[in-house]
Protein backbone atom coordinates (compact mmCIF):
# COMPACT_ATOMS: atom_id res chain seq x y z
CA UNK A 1 0.00 0.00 0.00
CA UNK A 2 1.63 3.38 -0.80
CA UNK A 3 2.23 5.50 2.13
CA UNK A 4 1.56 9.49 1.43
CA UNK A 5 3.01 12.38 3.24
CA UNK A 6 1.79 15.61 2.14
CA UNK A 7 4.09 19.04 3.08
CA UNK A 8 2.57 22.22 3.34
CA UNK A 9 5.24 24.62 2.23
CA UNK A 10 7.79 24.64 -0.58
CA UNK A 11 10.29 27.89 0.41
CA UNK A 12 13.69 27.68 1.24
CA UNK A 13 14.10 25.73 3.98
CA UNK A 14 12.19 22.96 2.59
CA UNK A 15 14.48 21.89 -0.22
CA UNK A 16 16.44 19.45 1.30
CA UNK A 17 13.67 17.65 2.62
CA UNK A 18 11.76 17.39 -0.18
CA UNK A 19 15.38 16.11 -1.98
CA UNK A 20 15.52 13.59 1.17
CA UNK A 21 11.60 12.47 0.91
CA UNK A 22 11.58 11.84 -2.93
CA UNK A 23 14.62 9.59 -2.78
CA UNK A 24 13.50 7.47 0.33
CA UNK A 25 10.29 7.26 -1.62
CA UNK A 26 11.96 5.16 -3.73
CA UNK A 27 12.78 2.58 -1.32
CA UNK A 28 9.55 2.72 1.05
CA UNK A 29 6.69 3.32 -2.20
CA UNK A 30 5.82 6.38 -0.71
CA UNK A 31 3.91 9.46 -2.62
CA UNK A 32 5.16 12.81 -1.46
CA UNK A 33 2.57 15.75 -2.19
CA UNK A 34 4.58 18.92 -2.05
CA UNK A 35 1.76 21.94 -1.94
CA UNK A 36 2.22 25.60 -1.69
CA UNK A 37 0.90 28.88 -2.56
CA UNK A 38 2.59 29.47 -5.63
CA UNK A 39 2.44 25.39 -7.54
CA UNK A 40 5.39 26.40 -9.77
CA UNK A 41 7.28 26.39 -6.93
CA UNK A 42 6.47 22.95 -6.01
CA UNK A 43 7.20 21.48 -9.08
CA UNK A 44 10.60 22.91 -9.58
CA UNK A 45 11.34 21.26 -5.93
CA UNK A 46 10.00 18.18 -7.39
CA UNK A 47 11.71 18.48 -10.64
CA UNK A 48 9.48 15.81 -12.13
CA UNK A 49 10.22 13.26 -10.20
CA UNK A 50 7.42 10.12 -10.38
CA UNK A 51 6.49 9.58 -6.56
CA UNK A 52 5.95 13.40 -6.42
CA UNK A 53 3.05 15.70 -6.91
CA UNK A 54 2.91 18.99 -6.52
CA UNK A 55 0.03 20.74 -5.36
CA UNK A 56 -0.87 24.61 -5.46
CA UNK A 57 -3.00 25.95 -2.57
CA UNK A 58 -4.10 28.95 -0.46
CA UNK A 59 -3.23 27.24 3.11
CA UNK A 60 -6.42 29.47 4.49
CA UNK A 61 -8.97 27.70 1.72
CA UNK A 62 -10.24 24.71 4.54
CA UNK A 63 -11.84 22.67 1.74
CA UNK A 64 -8.35 22.02 -0.28
CA UNK A 65 -6.62 21.89 2.80
CA UNK A 66 -8.68 19.35 4.55
CA UNK A 67 -8.39 17.01 1.57
CA UNK A 68 -5.19 17.15 1.44
CA UNK A 69 -4.87 16.27 5.15
CA UNK A 70 -7.27 13.55 5.08
CA UNK A 71 -5.12 11.51 2.02
CA UNK A 72 -2.05 11.88 4.34
CA UNK A 73 -0.49 9.15 6.56
CA UNK A 74 1.37 11.96 8.04
CA UNK A 75 2.00 15.74 7.21
CA UNK A 76 4.81 18.07 7.80
CA UNK A 77 4.18 21.65 8.10
CA UNK A 78 6.80 24.03 6.92
CA UNK A 79 4.15 26.99 6.88
CA UNK A 80 4.68 30.23 8.87
CA UNK A 81 4.21 29.07 12.74
CA UNK A 82 1.06 31.31 12.65
CA UNK A 83 -0.47 29.22 10.68
CA UNK A 84 0.78 25.22 12.01
CA UNK A 85 -2.85 25.65 14.25
CA UNK A 86 -5.17 25.71 10.72
CA UNK A 87 -3.00 22.43 9.52
CA UNK A 88 -2.85 20.89 13.23
CA UNK A 89 -6.74 21.35 13.58
CA UNK A 90 -7.00 18.98 10.53
CA UNK A 91 -4.72 16.49 11.74
CA UNK A 92 -7.03 15.96 14.87
CA UNK A 93 -9.85 15.70 12.51
CA UNK A 94 -8.59 13.52 10.45
CA UNK A 95 -5.98 11.61 13.55
CA UNK A 96 -2.88 11.80 11.28
CA UNK A 97 0.83 12.91 12.31
CA UNK A 98 2.06 16.10 12.60
CA UNK A 99 5.99 17.01 12.21
CA UNK A 100 6.84 20.89 12.35
CA UNK A 101 9.91 22.82 13.11
CA UNK A 102 8.65 25.39 14.73
CA UNK A 103 8.46 26.18 18.36
CA UNK A 104 5.68 24.64 20.38
CA UNK A 105 3.28 27.65 21.35
CA UNK A 106 0.47 27.44 24.17
CA UNK A 107 -2.39 26.79 21.07
CA UNK A 108 -0.41 23.46 20.20
CA UNK A 109 -0.44 22.03 23.60
CA UNK A 110 -3.69 23.05 24.10
CA UNK A 111 -4.47 20.25 21.67
CA UNK A 112 -2.39 17.76 23.36
CA UNK A 113 -5.37 15.99 25.12
CA UNK A 114 -7.37 15.70 21.84
CA UNK A 115 -3.81 13.95 20.08
CA UNK A 116 -3.59 11.28 22.60
CA UNK A 117 -6.75 10.92 22.10
CA UNK A 118 -6.41 9.93 18.44
CA UNK A 119 -3.46 7.70 19.57
CA UNK A 120 -1.18 10.04 16.85
CA UNK A 121 1.96 12.07 17.75
CA UNK A 122 2.29 16.16 16.97
CA UNK A 123 6.16 16.10 16.95
CA UNK A 124 7.44 19.93 16.69
CA UNK A 125 10.80 21.87 17.47
CA UNK A 126 12.34 19.29 14.79
CA UNK A 127 14.41 21.26 12.59
CA UNK A 128 17.88 22.88 13.31
CA UNK A 129 17.43 25.53 16.14
CA UNK A 130 14.97 24.29 17.66
CA UNK A 131 15.79 20.52 17.03
CA UNK A 132 19.25 19.65 16.22
CA UNK A 133 20.25 21.91 19.38
CA UNK A 134 17.74 20.11 21.46
CA UNK A 135 18.32 16.59 20.39
CA UNK A 136 22.33 16.92 20.31
CA UNK A 137 22.73 18.90 24.16
CA UNK A 138 20.74 16.23 25.26
CA UNK A 139 22.49 13.18 24.02
CA UNK A 140 25.16 14.69 25.87
CA UNK A 141 23.42 15.85 29.15
CA UNK A 142 21.56 12.49 29.51
CA UNK A 143 24.92 10.37 29.02
CA UNK A 144 26.47 12.76 31.74
CA UNK A 145 23.48 12.50 34.34
CA UNK A 146 23.70 8.30 33.65
CA UNK A 147 27.32 8.42 34.96
CA UNK A 148 26.43 10.66 38.27
CA UNK A 149 27.39 14.12 37.25
CA UNK A 150 26.53 17.51 38.18
CA UNK A 151 26.02 19.98 35.65
CA UNK A 152 27.14 23.59 36.43
CA UNK A 153 27.10 25.06 33.45
CA UNK A 154 25.05 25.10 29.81
CA UNK A 155 26.05 27.52 27.06
CA UNK A 156 24.56 26.59 23.68
CA UNK A 157 25.35 29.10 20.66
CA UNK A 158 23.70 28.29 17.08
CA UNK A 159 23.78 30.39 13.56
CA UNK A 160 23.20 30.38 10.16
CA UNK A 161 25.93 32.61 8.83
CA UNK A 162 27.80 32.84 5.39
CA UNK A 163 30.45 30.51 4.70
CA UNK A 164 34.48 31.90 4.66
CA UNK A 165 34.83 31.39 1.00
CA UNK A 166 31.30 33.42 0.13
CA UNK A 167 32.37 35.99 2.54
CA UNK A 168 32.33 39.26 0.70
CA UNK A 169 30.46 42.25 2.19
CA UNK A 170 31.38 44.11 5.53
CA UNK A 171 28.33 42.65 7.32
CA UNK A 172 29.93 39.17 6.88
CA UNK A 173 26.48 37.69 6.60
CA UNK A 174 23.67 36.75 3.86
CA UNK A 175 20.60 35.62 4.25
CA UNK A 176 19.84 32.04 4.34
CA UNK A 177 16.81 32.24 5.77
CA UNK A 178 13.29 34.06 6.83
CA UNK A 179 14.53 38.05 6.27
CA UNK A 180 11.95 39.21 8.50
CA UNK A 181 13.35 37.40 11.38
CA UNK A 182 16.79 38.90 11.16
CA UNK A 183 15.21 42.21 10.87
CA UNK A 184 13.23 41.95 14.00
CA UNK A 185 15.88 39.56 16.14
CA UNK A 186 15.59 40.41 19.80
CA UNK A 187 13.39 42.64 19.55
CA UNK A 188 11.73 41.07 23.11
CA UNK A 189 15.13 41.42 24.70
CA UNK A 190 16.59 38.15 26.64
CA UNK A 191 16.53 36.64 29.72
CA UNK A 192 19.11 34.12 30.88
CA UNK A 193 20.96 32.39 34.04
CA UNK A 194 24.44 33.54 35.02
CA UNK A 195 26.25 32.71 37.77
CA UNK A 196 22.94 31.81 39.71
CA UNK A 197 21.84 35.38 38.85
CA UNK A 198 18.61 35.99 36.36
CA UNK A 199 19.87 38.39 33.83
CA UNK A 200 17.82 40.75 31.42
CA UNK A 201 18.48 42.73 28.78
CA UNK A 202 16.48 44.94 26.74
CA UNK A 203 16.64 44.66 22.67
CA UNK A 204 19.22 47.69 22.64
CA UNK A 205 21.44 45.83 25.28
CA UNK A 206 21.68 43.35 22.78
CA UNK A 207 24.16 43.32 20.44
CA UNK A 208 27.31 43.62 21.72
CA UNK A 209 29.95 42.01 20.44
CA UNK A 210 32.01 41.67 23.88
CA UNK A 211 31.97 37.72 24.61
CA UNK A 212 33.43 35.60 21.55
CA UNK A 213 33.42 31.94 21.31
CA UNK A 214 35.43 29.95 18.91
CA UNK A 215 34.36 26.16 17.33
CA UNK A 216 36.39 23.06 16.99
CA UNK A 217 35.65 23.19 12.97
CA UNK A 218 36.90 26.58 12.90
CA UNK A 219 39.12 27.19 15.68
CA UNK A 220 41.05 30.78 14.13
CA UNK A 221 37.22 31.79 13.16
CA UNK A 222 36.13 33.82 16.42
CA UNK A 223 31.94 34.32 16.89
CA UNK A 224 30.54 36.92 18.78
CA UNK A 225 27.35 35.72 19.97
CA UNK A 226 23.24 37.24 21.35
CA UNK A 227 21.03 35.89 23.80
CA UNK A 228 17.77 34.34 22.88
CA UNK A 229 14.54 35.07 23.82
CA UNK A 230 13.73 33.50 26.95
CA UNK A 231 16.37 30.63 27.67
CA UNK A 232 14.98 30.23 31.35
CA UNK A 233 11.86 28.12 30.16
CA UNK A 234 14.05 25.54 28.51
CA UNK A 235 16.05 24.84 32.22
CA UNK A 236 12.99 22.52 33.09
CA UNK A 237 12.82 21.13 29.76
CA UNK A 238 16.53 20.23 29.87
CA UNK A 239 15.93 19.25 33.59
CA UNK A 240 18.78 21.17 34.65
CA UNK A 241 17.65 22.98 37.57
CA UNK A 242 21.23 22.74 39.51
CA UNK A 243 23.06 24.40 36.76
CA UNK A 244 24.37 28.05 37.44
CA UNK A 245 24.28 29.13 34.62
CA UNK A 246 21.95 28.37 31.42
CA UNK A 247 22.05 30.85 28.04
CA UNK A 248 20.77 29.58 24.83
CA UNK A 249 22.18 32.06 21.91
CA UNK A 250 22.88 33.09 18.30
CA UNK A 251 26.08 33.44 16.80
CA UNK A 252 27.17 36.42 14.32
CA UNK A 253 30.14 37.68 13.13
CA UNK A 254 31.79 40.18 15.07
CA UNK A 255 31.35 42.95 12.42
CA UNK A 256 27.72 41.93 11.95
CA UNK A 257 27.35 42.30 15.58
CA UNK A 258 29.04 45.90 15.48
CA UNK A 259 26.48 47.08 12.48
CA UNK A 260 23.60 45.86 14.05
CA UNK A 261 23.90 47.27 17.19
CA UNK A 262 24.20 50.56 15.30
CA UNK A 263 21.26 49.58 13.29
CA UNK A 264 19.18 48.98 15.98
CA UNK A 265 20.32 52.83 17.47
CA UNK A 266 19.66 54.56 14.23
CA UNK A 267 16.27 52.94 14.93
CA UNK A 268 16.18 51.62 11.53
CA UNK A 269 14.02 48.64 13.24
CA UNK A 270 11.27 50.44 13.61
CA UNK A 271 7.78 49.39 12.98
CA UNK A 272 5.70 52.10 13.11
CA UNK A 273 5.11 53.33 9.47
CA UNK A 274 6.39 56.76 8.29
CA UNK A 275 7.15 56.22 4.91
CA UNK A 276 5.91 56.33 1.69
CA UNK A 277 8.18 54.53 -0.52
CA UNK A 278 6.71 54.07 -4.06
CA UNK A 279 9.77 56.03 -6.32
CA UNK A 280 11.83 56.51 -2.92
CA UNK A 281 15.29 55.38 -3.69
CA UNK A 282 17.41 54.13 -0.89
CA UNK A 283 19.95 56.92 -1.04
CA UNK A 284 16.56 58.95 -0.14
CA UNK A 285 15.24 56.78 2.48
CA UNK A 286 18.22 56.53 4.31
CA UNK A 287 18.72 60.82 4.35
CA UNK A 288 15.47 60.88 5.51
CA UNK A 289 15.31 58.75 8.00
CA UNK A 290 18.70 59.88 9.49
CA UNK A 291 18.33 63.04 9.32
CA UNK A 292 14.84 62.77 11.41
CA UNK A 293 16.96 60.26 13.86
CA UNK A 294 20.11 62.60 14.43
CA UNK A 295 22.73 60.58 12.53
CA UNK A 296 25.09 63.53 13.03
CA UNK A 297 24.83 63.68 16.61
CA UNK A 298 25.11 59.77 16.86
CA UNK A 299 28.23 60.06 14.84
CA UNK A 300 29.95 62.13 16.45
CA UNK A 301 29.37 60.92 19.97
CA UNK A 302 30.41 57.63 18.63
CA UNK A 303 33.50 58.91 16.93
CA UNK A 304 34.13 60.71 20.70
CA UNK A 305 34.06 57.92 22.24
CA UNK A 306 36.07 55.54 20.07
CA UNK A 307 38.90 58.53 20.03
CA UNK A 308 38.57 58.85 24.04
CA UNK A 309 39.36 54.82 24.42
CA UNK A 310 42.36 55.44 21.96
CA UNK A 311 43.92 58.04 23.56
CA UNK A 312 44.01 56.74 26.90
CA UNK A 313 45.73 53.81 25.56
CA UNK A 314 48.30 55.54 23.38
CA UNK A 315 48.91 57.43 26.97
CA UNK A 316 49.59 54.66 28.58
CA UNK A 317 51.87 53.61 25.95
CA UNK A 318 53.47 57.12 25.54
CA UNK A 319 54.39 56.66 29.25
CA UNK A 320 55.88 53.31 28.63
CA UNK A 321 58.25 54.92 26.09
CA UNK A 322 59.37 57.51 28.23
CA UNK A 323 60.14 55.00 30.86
CA UNK A 324 62.03 53.10 28.85
CA UNK A 325 63.95 56.06 27.30
CA UNK A 326 64.93 57.49 30.96
CA UNK A 327 65.76 53.97 31.75
CA UNK A 328 68.05 53.56 28.76
CA UNK A 329 69.66 56.81 29.47
CA UNK A 330 70.65 55.75 32.80
CA UNK A 331 71.67 52.73 32.28
CA UNK A 332 68.86 50.77 34.51
CA UNK A 333 66.90 48.34 32.82
CA UNK A 334 63.10 48.63 33.01
CA UNK A 335 61.28 46.20 35.07
CA UNK A 336 58.23 43.90 33.48
CA UNK A 337 56.12 45.89 35.82
CA UNK A 338 55.71 49.58 36.74
CA UNK A 339 53.61 52.35 38.76
CA UNK A 340 52.36 55.35 36.49
CA UNK A 341 49.68 58.11 37.48
CA UNK A 342 46.94 58.30 35.47
CA UNK A 343 44.92 61.21 34.55
CA UNK A 344 42.41 60.60 38.17
CA UNK A 345 45.94 61.21 39.93
CA UNK A 346 45.75 57.30 41.22
CA UNK A 347 48.41 55.05 41.21
CA UNK A 348 48.36 51.71 39.13
CA UNK A 349 50.62 49.09 38.10
CA UNK A 350 51.19 48.44 34.43
CA UNK A 351 53.07 45.45 32.78
CA UNK A 352 55.09 46.82 30.04
CA UNK A 353 54.05 43.96 27.45
CA UNK A 354 50.39 44.36 28.01
CA UNK A 355 50.26 47.94 27.62
CA UNK A 356 52.12 47.03 24.07
CA UNK A 357 49.63 44.69 23.17
CA UNK A 358 46.85 46.56 24.43
CA UNK A 359 47.53 49.59 22.43
CA UNK A 360 47.92 48.28 19.28
CA UNK A 361 45.09 45.82 19.69
CA UNK A 362 42.89 48.63 20.54
CA UNK A 363 43.63 51.47 18.13
CA UNK A 364 43.42 48.96 15.35
CA UNK A 365 39.57 48.11 16.17
CA UNK A 366 39.02 51.57 16.85
CA UNK A 367 40.37 52.36 13.59
CA UNK A 368 38.23 49.17 12.05
CA UNK A 369 35.36 50.30 13.57
CA UNK A 370 35.01 53.76 13.06
CA UNK A 371 35.91 52.87 9.37
CA UNK A 372 33.14 49.90 9.38
CA UNK A 373 30.49 52.38 10.12
CA UNK A 374 29.85 54.29 7.18
CA UNK A 375 31.37 50.78 4.81
CA UNK A 376 28.33 48.95 6.54
CA UNK A 377 25.41 51.75 5.86
CA UNK A 378 27.35 52.47 2.35
CA UNK A 379 27.01 48.88 1.39
CA UNK A 380 23.41 48.52 2.27
CA UNK A 381 22.95 51.64 0.01
CA UNK A 382 22.70 55.03 2.09
CA UNK A 383 24.70 56.24 -1.02
CA UNK A 384 22.43 54.17 -3.62
CA UNK A 385 20.34 56.41 -5.64
CA UNK A 386 18.81 53.77 -8.64
CA UNK A 387 17.44 51.53 -6.22
CA UNK A 388 14.12 52.22 -5.78
CA UNK A 389 11.65 50.86 -2.79
CA UNK A 390 8.16 50.76 -4.25
CA UNK A 391 6.51 49.07 -1.24
CA UNK A 392 3.70 51.67 -0.97
CA UNK A 393 3.51 53.22 2.83
CA UNK A 394 6.05 50.84 4.75
CA UNK A 395 8.22 51.30 7.97
CA UNK A 396 12.10 51.31 8.50
CA UNK A 397 11.98 47.52 9.46
CA UNK A 398 9.87 47.29 6.10
CA UNK A 399 12.84 49.00 4.61
CA UNK A 400 15.13 47.21 5.95
CA UNK A 401 14.07 43.84 5.26
CA UNK A 402 13.42 44.81 1.73
CA UNK A 403 17.63 46.11 1.97
CA UNK A 404 18.20 42.96 3.56
CA UNK A 405 16.86 40.83 0.61
CA UNK A 406 18.60 43.14 -1.70
CA UNK A 407 21.54 43.76 -0.48
CA UNK A 408 22.37 40.95 1.44
CA UNK A 409 21.33 38.25 -0.65
CA UNK A 410 23.33 34.42 -1.79
CA UNK A 411 24.50 34.54 -5.03
CA UNK A 412 23.67 31.54 -6.93
CA UNK A 413 27.20 29.73 -6.12
CA UNK A 414 27.34 31.29 -2.73
CA UNK A 415 27.24 28.83 0.24
CA UNK A 416 26.03 29.19 3.54
CA UNK A 417 26.98 27.78 6.91
CA UNK A 418 25.52 26.39 9.92
CA UNK A 419 27.58 26.90 13.13
CA UNK A 420 26.34 25.04 16.15
CA UNK A 421 28.42 25.17 19.91
CA UNK A 422 27.68 23.08 23.16
CA UNK A 423 29.41 24.34 25.69
CA UNK A 424 28.94 22.29 29.27
CA UNK A 425 30.91 22.30 32.56
CA UNK A 426 30.17 19.77 35.05
CA UNK A 427 31.47 17.96 38.27
CA UNK A 428 32.26 13.92 38.43
CA UNK A 429 34.10 12.50 41.22
CA UNK A 430 35.22 15.51 42.95
CA UNK A 431 36.78 17.12 39.60
CA UNK A 432 35.50 19.94 37.13
CA UNK A 433 35.24 19.09 33.49
CA UNK A 434 33.89 20.79 30.43
CA UNK A 435 32.45 19.34 27.07
CA UNK A 436 32.61 21.77 23.80
CA UNK A 437 30.59 19.90 21.29
CA UNK A 438 30.78 21.69 17.73
CA UNK A 439 29.03 21.63 14.51
CA UNK A 440 29.75 22.94 11.23
CA UNK A 441 27.98 22.30 7.68
CA UNK A 442 28.38 24.54 4.74
CA UNK A 443 26.10 24.76 2.02
CA UNK A 444 26.43 23.72 -1.56
CA UNK A 445 25.06 26.75 -3.19
CA UNK A 446 22.35 29.14 -2.92
CA UNK A 447 19.54 26.74 -3.24
CA UNK A 448 20.70 23.71 -1.60
CA UNK A 449 21.86 25.40 1.99
CA UNK A 450 23.43 24.35 4.86
CA UNK A 451 19.93 25.42 6.77
CA UNK A 452 17.70 23.76 4.47
CA UNK A 453 19.66 20.66 5.00
CA UNK A 454 20.08 21.50 8.90
CA UNK A 455 16.31 22.17 9.04
CA UNK A 456 14.86 19.93 6.74
CA UNK A 457 16.56 16.68 7.33
CA UNK A 458 15.45 15.96 10.99
CA UNK A 459 12.10 16.45 10.10
CA UNK A 460 12.18 13.71 6.91
CA UNK A 461 14.21 11.60 9.34
CA UNK A 462 11.46 11.86 11.91
CA UNK A 463 8.67 11.13 9.04
CA UNK A 464 10.60 8.25 8.16
CA UNK A 465 10.80 6.66 11.47
CA UNK A 466 7.38 7.02 12.16
CA UNK A 467 5.94 5.36 8.87
CA UNK A 468 7.94 2.61 9.04
CA UNK A 469 6.79 1.87 12.68
CA UNK A 470 10.00 2.78 14.69
CA UNK A 471 8.97 6.02 16.27
CA UNK A 472 5.59 5.31 18.23
CA UNK A 473 4.97 8.07 20.10
CA UNK A 474 1.92 9.45 20.84
CA UNK A 475 0.99 13.17 22.60
CA UNK A 476 2.74 16.35 21.64
CA UNK A 477 6.38 16.20 22.03
CA UNK A 478 9.45 18.28 21.11
CA UNK A 479 13.03 15.97 20.61
CA UNK A 480 14.43 16.09 24.08
CA UNK A 481 13.86 12.13 24.76
CA UNK A 482 15.75 9.21 23.73
CA UNK A 483 13.30 7.48 21.95
CA UNK A 484 13.60 10.62 19.79
CA UNK A 485 16.84 11.76 19.37
CA UNK A 486 19.01 8.75 19.28
CA UNK A 487 17.69 7.49 15.79
CA UNK A 488 17.41 10.79 14.83
CA UNK A 489 20.81 11.66 15.45
CA UNK A 490 22.50 8.71 14.00
CA UNK A 491 20.84 9.16 10.44
CA UNK A 492 21.85 12.51 10.93
CA UNK A 493 25.74 11.46 11.00
CA UNK A 494 24.97 9.19 7.89
CA UNK A 495 23.95 12.27 6.09
CA UNK A 496 27.86 14.52 7.07
CA UNK A 497 26.06 16.37 9.99
CA UNK A 498 28.39 15.19 13.03
CA UNK A 499 29.10 16.68 15.93
CA UNK A 500 33.14 17.04 17.01
CA UNK A 501 33.33 16.98 20.60
CA UNK A 502 36.29 18.52 23.02
CA UNK A 503 36.45 17.53 26.50
CA UNK A 504 38.80 19.06 29.03
CA UNK A 505 39.28 18.02 32.92
CA UNK A 506 40.34 20.52 35.58
CA UNK A 507 41.20 19.66 39.34
Given at each position: ???????????K?A??L????L??????N?K????D???????????G?????PE?I?????T?R???V?????V???M?????I?V??D??T????L?????ADQ?????E?M???????????????P?I???S???I??D?K????KI??????????V??E?D????HY???????????A?K??A??R?????VT???E??FI?G?Q?R?GDA?????SF???????S?????DLP?????V???L?H??F??????I????L????????TD?L??HD?FK??L???????????K?Q?S????K???DNL??L?E?E?A???T?E??P?N???V????????L?KD??????A???A???H????????L?????DD??TI??K??C????????????????L???????????E?EY???G??????????V??R?????A?A?T??L?????A??IL??????T?????V??????P????L?N???????L?????
Amino acid sequence: MVKQIVLFGAGKSATVLIDYLLQESTAYNWKIIVADANKSVAEQKINGHPNGQPEGIDINDETSRKKLVQQADIVISMMPPSLHILVAQDCITFSKHLLTASYADQQIYDLEEMVKDRNILFLCEMGLDPGIDHMSAMQILDDLKQKGAKITSFKSHCGGLVAPESDDNPWHYKISWNPRNVVLAGKAGAVYRENSETVTKVYEELFIAGEQVRTGDAPHELFSFYPNRNSLSYIDLYDLPEALTFVRTTLRHPDFMFGWKNIVDLKLTDENIHYDTDGLSLHDFFKMHLEQNGFGEWLQVKLQQSFSETKEMLDNLMKLMEAEIAAENTGEELPDNFMVVDESGDLKELKKDAVKENAAQTVAQKMHEANLIMKQLFFLGMDDEETIINKGRCSAADVMQFILEKKLLLLPQDKDMIVMLHEIEYELEGKKHSIHSSLTVKGRDAIHTAMAKTVGLPLGIAAKLILNGEMSLTGVHVPVIPEIYNPVLAELMNQGIIFKDLHKSFE
